[in-house]
């Protein structure tokens, strides 16, 4: 059963591949995606075939020289260019908002979020690395006659970005046009609109056109795998967003049809990007009015995310002053749920099998004593309202599991070594995106193992760290030094 | 004649005009319910398609061979000339010309290759031929150096995997890979062979505005059919039949005997020989099929032969009257 939020049919976009900066669609033929949100709104996408790929593999090959030759300054300029430029139109608003379900302001704010990227990505790395004569590069520290310039990594990248987070391509694209760096990238069904958008603004602001390329194809067609294969076996960097599983299945190991298997990753330089689960650890003396807008921000802003806060352990005196507030605010959030095109609505849709899934565990849960739901009820099939739970069970799902939902799960604790241990385990072996400590005590933090790429210290979990990713040194990864040795 | 026509040598049956080649058995590869093929024969003796009193030396072509045995087809310096001059004109309604500097990657030792090269010799065009050692790299590297215009390529179905190399040729799919500036900065004609274009390459040419043509061959008759440029109806996949050096037909079976097809109607292709020294063949069906797409006089490119279209491989019904080849 649809929910239908408008009675009209609605043809809304029709999208080709981005391949050297025109849109192409050689295969003839495309695919229709629904929204599972607005049933009456569709939009068209040229599938992507072998042809498609083989001419944007060979233009982000041949972009490559012209890549090169820019000096870090001028790709500086181009990427200052495309941030003043960037912005959605109407139809690429409502594609996004009825794609992915979320609120039109919490889109419009992850927009102006890719604008800043491409202002501030340069900068960082100019201020960690040093620009000398367009090149990056720098003195090594206590050496007077050693130096360092950096190039990029000898080859292309195929980038696989995912549905829930309009930022990705664009953060990758930053990385490109910074290092002087070229690819393709295969968006999600769901990403089409930004992540063309975040490339065009590149090539429109001067970036060789073919350097960056956006191609989609529909995954469900398991011959469509093959297309996986050809851009992995092209490239040289192979940005990957999807569960470890999910990514070696569809761009890594290919079993011919004589039973050899064929590992696609091997000479590959790999970035991947699997894991979310982002949790909170609220230590004993912290109070809770000074964190609750952060936890409050981190799960509701965009609770698709993979750095959306999704459960706390909360060891702090303040416990029930903390469920207070949260659910004070849980509850004044609800009365903005509502249609996602709407400005006023700040609770979008949620994936309805998800919806299901959760609220049967719920339940399952409740009537075990194992959860409490201070706030949140179903609207409908699609949209919930805030959930906040709490639970007394360490081992149970709500604090392991990342459901894309507008969801929090609070579990008390007696001690901070108690909290943390417990979002240690339950993390699994598979460390925790980032984990945001509530607590001032540095060196407490510091003595301390925490299961998670990414630590924030009273900062929120959904703060972006544009040099670093999930294990990643991306400045490293994507370059190679150069080592000068100077007569002094 | 090649002593597989022994039997009609004797004189049993004038051929004055085409419509007298309609009353002849059809010739097939292979035995079944109402035909006798030559396959077997030539496993045997691969001679059986030289004719008795051909005096000329010629060369020995063989076909791709599937099910193990090429048709080796003998063709005199004669005969070479006659296609060659044929496909020529082909090349001319592509526009191909003196002006081109045309880039030839099928394989020299090919018939195919060996007559692409010819014809456009003939229209004083500047011929680079395909090194057989040069990958599609290199072939790239031979466009942008030598300004090369137009191209002869190869490209099958992409979904069969790695493109068939008919005729050696280096597959189209493999030069967007290695250059695709290259071609887009060069290139102003395709001629591309694999028994139809395929829809991403015409969507290629169209996005790249660039001419594409093709014509239906075989090493043992060239040319059969062609498009043109910028063509009527005869574009891309639909080809005008040519009326030498080969009688081509379309026929199907209708009430025991073998008709021409009709407008919009699919049947087996045949061709008939009829300007050769060496091999002969009489009704051919290679096993092949193709629909009429337009009649005589339909197109007003200023070809008046009929268009074929949809050109397939098939197996040849069983029970499709033949005889055309009777072993003694």
Same mark, same amino acid.
């Given at each position: 059963?649809?929910?239908?939020?408008?009675?009209?049919?609605?043809?809304?976009?029709?999208?080709?591949?981005?391949?050297?900066?025109?849109?192409?669609?050689?295969?003839?033929?495309?695919?229709?995606?629904?929204?599972? $949100?607005? @049933?009456?709104?569709?939009?068209?996408? #040229?599938? *992507?075939?072998?042809? +498609? /790929?083989?001419?944007?593999?060979?233009? !982000?090959?041949?972009?490559?020289?012209?890549?090169?030759?820019?000096?870090?300054?001028?790709?500086?300029?181009?990427?200052?260019?495309?941030?003043?430029?960037?912005?959605?139109?109407?139809?690429?608003?409502?594609?996004?908002?009825?794609?992915?379900?979320?609120?039109?302001?919490?889109?419009?704010?992850?927009?102006?979020?890719?604008?800043?990227?491409?202002?501030?990505?340069?900068?960082?790395?100019?201020?960690?690395?040093?620009?000398?004569?367009?090149?990056?590069?720098?003195?090594?520290?206590?050496?007077?006659?050693?130096?360092?310039? $950096?190039? @990029?990594?000898?080859?292309?990248?195929? #980038?696989? *970005?995912?549905?829930? +987070? /309009?930022?990705?391509?664009?953060?990758? !694209?930053?990385?490109?046009?910074?290092?002087?760096?070229?690819?393709?990238?295969?968006?999600?069904?769901?990403?089409?609109?930004?992540?063309?958008?975040?490339?065009?603004?590149?090539?429109?602001?001067?970036?060789?056109?073919?350097?960056?390329?956006?191609?989609?194809?529909?995954?469900?067609?398991?011959?469509?795998?093959?297309?996986?294969?050809?851009?992995?076996?092209?490239?040289?960097?192979?940005?990957?967003?999807?569960?470890?599983?999910?990514?070696?299945?569809?761009?890594?190991?290919?079993?011919?049809?004589?039973?050899?298997?064929?590992?696609?990753?091997?000479?590959?330089?790999?970035?991947?990007?699997?894991?979310?689960?982002?949790?909170?650890?609220?230590?004993?003396?912290?109070?809770?009015?000074?964190?609750?807008?952060?936890?409050?921000?981190?799960?509701?802003?965009?609770?698709?995310?993979?750095?959306?806060?999704?459960?706390?352990?909360?060891?702090?005196?303040?416990?029930?002053?903390?469920?207070?507030?949260?659910?004070?605010?849980?509850?004044?959030?609800?009365?903005?749920?509502?249609?996602?095109?709407?400005?006023?609505?700040?609770?979008?849709?949620?994936?309805?099998?998800?919806?299901?899934?959760?609220?049967?565990?719920?339940?399952?849960?409740?009537?075990?004593?194992?959860?409490?739901?201070?706030?949140?009820?179903?609207?409908?099939?699609?949209?919930?309202?805030?959930?906040?739970?709490?639970?007394?069970?360490?081992?149970?799902?709500?604090?392991?599991?990342?459901?894309?939902?507008?969801?929090?799960?609070?579990?008390?604790?007696?001690?901070?070594?108690?909290?943390?241990?417990?979002?240690?385990?339950?993390?699994?072996?598979?460390?925790?995106?980032?984990?945001?400590?509530?607590?001032?005590?540095?060196?407490?933090?510091?003595?301390?193992?925490?299961?998670?790429?990414?630590?924030?210290?009273?900062?929120?979990?959904?703060?972006?760290?544009?040099?670093?990713?999930?294990?990643?040194?991306?400045?490293?990864?994507?370059?190679?030094?150069?080592?000068?040795?100077?007569?002094? | 004649?090649?002593?597989?026509?022994?039997?009609?040598?004797?004189?049993?049956?004038?051929?004055?005009?085409?419509?007298?080649?309609?009353?002849?058995?059809?010739?097939?590869?292979?035995?079944?319910?109402?035909?006798?093929?030559?396959?077997?024969?030539?496993?045997?003796?691969?001679?059986?398609?030289?004719?008795?009193?051909?005096?000329?030396?010629?060369?020995?072509?063989?076909?791709?061979?599937?099910?193990?045995?090429?048709?080796?087809?003998?063709?005199?310096?004669?005969?070479?000339?006659?296609?060659?001059?044929?496909?020529?004109?082909?090349?001319?309604?592509?526009?191909?010309?003196?002006?081109?500097?045309?880039?030839?990657?099928?394989?020299?030792?090919?018939?195919?290759?060996?007559?692409?090269?010819?014809?456009?010799?003939?229209?004083?065009?500047?011929?680079?031929?395909?090194?057989?050692?040069?990958?599609?790299?290199?072939?790239?590297?031979?466009?942008?150096?030598?300004?090369?215009?137009?191209?002869?390529?190869?490209?099958?179905?992409?979904?069969?995997?790695?493109?068939?190399?008919?005729?050696?040729?280096?597959?189209?799919?493999?030069?967007?890979?290695?250059?695709?500036?290259?071609?887009?900065?060069?290139?102003?004609?395709?001629?591309?062979?694999?028994?139809?274009?395929?829809?991403?390459?015409?969507?290629?040419?169209?996005?790249?505005?660039?001419?594409?043509?093709?014509?239906?061959?075989?090493?043992?008759?060239?040319?059969?059919?062609?498009?043109?440029?910028?063509?009527?109806?005869?574009?891309?996949?639909?080809?005008?039949?040519?009326?030498?050096?080969?009688?081509?037909?379309?026929?199907?079976?209708?009430?025991?005997?073998?008709?021409?097809?009709?407008?919009?109607?699919?049947?087996?292709?045949?061709?008939?020989?009829?300007?050769?020294?060496?091999?002969?063949?009489?009704?051919?069906?290679?096993?092949?099929?193709?629909?009429?797409?337009?009649?005589?006089?339909?197109?007003?490119?200023?070809?008046?032969?009929?268009?074929?279209?949809?050109?397939?491989?098939?197996?040849?019904?069983?029970?499709?009257?033949?005889?055309?080849?009777?072993?003694?």
């Amino acid at each position: 059963m649809c929910y239908r939020i408008s009675g009209t049919l609605t043809n809304a976009l029709e999208f080709k591949n981005y391949i050297g900066g025109k849109k192409v669609s050689l295969s003839g033929k495309s695919f229709t995606v629904e929204s599972e $949100f607005y @049933p009456d709104y569709k939009v068209s996408i #040229a599938e *992507t075939g072998l042809f +498609d /790929i083989k001419t944007a593999i060979s233009k !982000a090959k041949t972009a490559s020289q012209d890549c090169l030759k820019l000096t870090f300054e001028e790709r500086m300029r181009i990427l200052q260019k495309a941030s003043k430029e960037f912005s959605f139109t109407k139809e690429e608003l409502e594609y996004i908002v009825k794609s992915m379900g979320m609120p039109i302001t919490t889109v419009k704010q992850l927009g102006e979020e890719i604008k800043q990227m491409y202002l501030v990505l340069p900068q960082m790395i100019e201020k960690r690395i040093g620009v000398k004569y367009g090149r990056l590069g720098h003195q090594i520290p206590r050496e007077n006659d050693l130096f360092a310039f $950096f190039e @990029p990594v000898n080859g292309t990248v195929y #980038a696989v *970005t995912p549905g829930n +987070d /309009i930022r990705v391509t664009a953060f990758i !694209a930053a990385w490109l046009v910074t290092l002087g760096l070229t690819g393709v990238f295969k968006c999600s069904k769901n990403d089409l609109a930004s992540a063309q958008k975040s490339v065009k603004v590149l090539v429109d602001a001067g970036y060789p056109a073919g350097a960056l390329n956006v191609v989609c194809w529909d995954t469900s067609k398991p011959a469509n795998a093959k297309l996986n294969f050809e851009l992995a076996d092209s490239s040289k960097i192979i940005w990957a967003y999807g569960s470890d599983n999910t990514v070696d299945t569809l761009l890594r190991i290919e079993e011919k049809e004589n039973g050899s298997i064929v590992d696609h990753f091997s000479d590959k330089i790999v970035l991947r990007h699997a894991t979310g689960r982002s949790a909170g650890v609220c230590d004993t003396e912290i109070e809770a009015k000074d964190i609750a807008d952060m936890i409050f921000e981190s799960s509701l802003t965009w609770p698709i995310g993979c750095n959306s806060l999704k459960m706390i352990f909360d060891s702090s005196k303040e416990h029930n002053e903390l469920l207070q507030l949260l659910e004070e605010k849980y509850s004044a959030l609800a009365k903005y749920a509502g249609d996602p095109m709407k400005e006023k609505t700040k609770v979008g849709f949620t994936d309805p099998k998800l919806l299901d899934h959760v609220f049967g565990r719920i339940q399952d849960l409740k009537r075990l004593g194992l959860l409490d739901v201070k706030t949140g009820e179903r609207l409908s099939k699609i949209q919930s309202t805030p959930l906040l739970l709490t639970t007394r069970d360490k081992n149970s799902e709500f604090l392991s599991t990342e459901f894309s939902a507008y969801i929090l799960t609070l579990k008390k604790c007696n001690t901070f070594e108690e909290a943390l241990s417990e979002a240690n385990e339950s993390a699994g072996p598979t460390k925790r995106l980032a984990v945001s400590i509530f607590s001032r005590d540095e060196e407490k933090i510091l003595k301390s193992k925490v299961h998670a790429h990414h630590v924030r210290r009273m900062k929120h979990t959904t703060d972006i760290d544009l040099l670093f990713h999930e294990g990643n040194d991306y400045f490293h990864k994507l370059s190679i030094p150069q080592i000068h040795r100077v007569k002094v | 004649m090649p002593e597989i026509y022994r039997e009609y040598s004797r004189g049993k049956i004038k051929v004055n005009a085409f419509s007298d080649i309609q009353k002849l058995p059809i010739l097939v590869k292979d035995t079944a319910k109402h035909s006798v093929g030559f396959r077997e024969k030539i496993a045997k003796d691969p001679f059986v398609l030289l004719p008795t009193d051909l005096k000329r030396a010629a060369t020995i072509y063989k076909s791709g061979g599937t099910r193990g045995v090429a048709t080796p087809t003998f063709i005199t310096a004669w005969d070479e000339e006659i296609e060659s001059m044929a496909l020529a004109k082909c090349f001319q309604y592509m526009k191909l010309s003196h002006d081109n500097v045309f880039l030839n990657t099928y394989n020299p030792t090919h018939k195919g290759g060996a007559e692409i090269t010819k014809a456009m010799l003939s229209l004083g065009a500047k011929v680079v031929p395909r090194r057989t050692t040069d990958s599609a790299k290199e072939v790239v590297e031979t466009i942008k150096n030598y300004k090369v215009t137009a191209i002869a390529a190869v490209q099958g179905p992409i979904t069969e995997g790695d493109a068939t190399k008919k005729g050696s040729g280096i597959d189209f799919l493999s030069l967007v890979e290695e250059g695709q500036d290259v071609l887009e900065d060069n290139l102003e004609t395709l001629f591309i062979t694999g028994y139809t274009l395929i829809p991403e390459i015409i969507a290629w040419a169209k996005t790249n505005d660039k001419k594409l043509a093709t014509v239906l061959g075989s090493s043992e008759a060239i040319p059969q059919a062609t498009s043109t440029i910028p063509g009527d109806i005869c574009k891309y996949n639909n080809l005008h039949i040519l009326n030498g050096p080969h009688y081509v037909e379309v026929v199907k079976q209708e009430s025991g005997e073998l008709v021409p097809v009709k407008r919009g109607e699919t049947g087996i292709l045949l061709y008939t020989t009829i300007a050769r020294e060496g091999t002969i063949y009489i009704r051919y069906a290679p096993g092949d099929s193709a629909k009429l797409v337009a009649n005589e006089g339909e197109c007003d490119c200023g070809i008046k032969t009929p268009i074929i279209s949809e050109i397939k491989r098939i197996d040849i019904p069983e029970d499709t009257i033949a005889a055309g080849c009777v072993i003694g």
